[in-house]
């Protein structure tokens, strides 16, 4: 089921894996996405959703303002009293997910997700897809 469609971003809900995906296919993160991953967060509690696939993968250069744009939202959007496991996976390129990596520990250190939403990178639908489905 669809619940938001732009030509950069698509927010789906899969009923039988319980699955929300936010698919973004812009060249670069803009003003479109961050709404959409808000609404995608707030659909998350307001349905009872427990996961969410981010499908970032495209072919675009990473950028530390790419990954700011993740993490920081989880803690405004997230209520504290939200005491349910959440989790969320991003697909992103294996360029982007190099990236990440070799800046995970700066990264880390100024924005750590809320203690009951864990957070993992993946370049791999399918994996990341397994996962969700193994939580």
């Given at each position: 089921?669809?619940?938001?469609?732009?030509?950069?971003?698509?927010?789906?809900y899969h009923p039988t894996s319980e699955i929300l995906q936010l698919s973004y296919n812009a060249t670069q993160l803009s003003v479109s996405f961050g709404m959409a991953y808000q609404q995608a967060l707030e659909q998350m509690l307001e349905h009872n959703v427990g996961k969410l696939l981010l499908d970032l993968k495209r072919n675009a250069p990473?950028?530390?303002d790419e990954?700011?744009?993740?993490?920081?939202?989880l803690a405004s959007v997230l209520p504290a009293?939200?005491?349910?496991?959440?989790?969320?996976?991003?697909?992103?390129?294996?360029g982007q997910y190099q990236y990440q990596i070799g800046n995970s520990l700066a990264a880390s250190a100024t924005t750590l997700p809320p203690a009951n939403v864990e957070f993992n990178y993946f370049t791999s639908?399918?994996?990341a897809a397994d996962w969700l489905g193994n939580n």
């Open positions: 089921m669809t619940l938001f469609h732009t030509p950069e971003v698509s927010l789906t990473p950028t530390d990954f700011e744009q993740l993490l920081p939202p009293y939200e005491t349910r496991p959440l989790f969320i996976a991003a697909v992103v390129s294996e639908r399918r994996e």
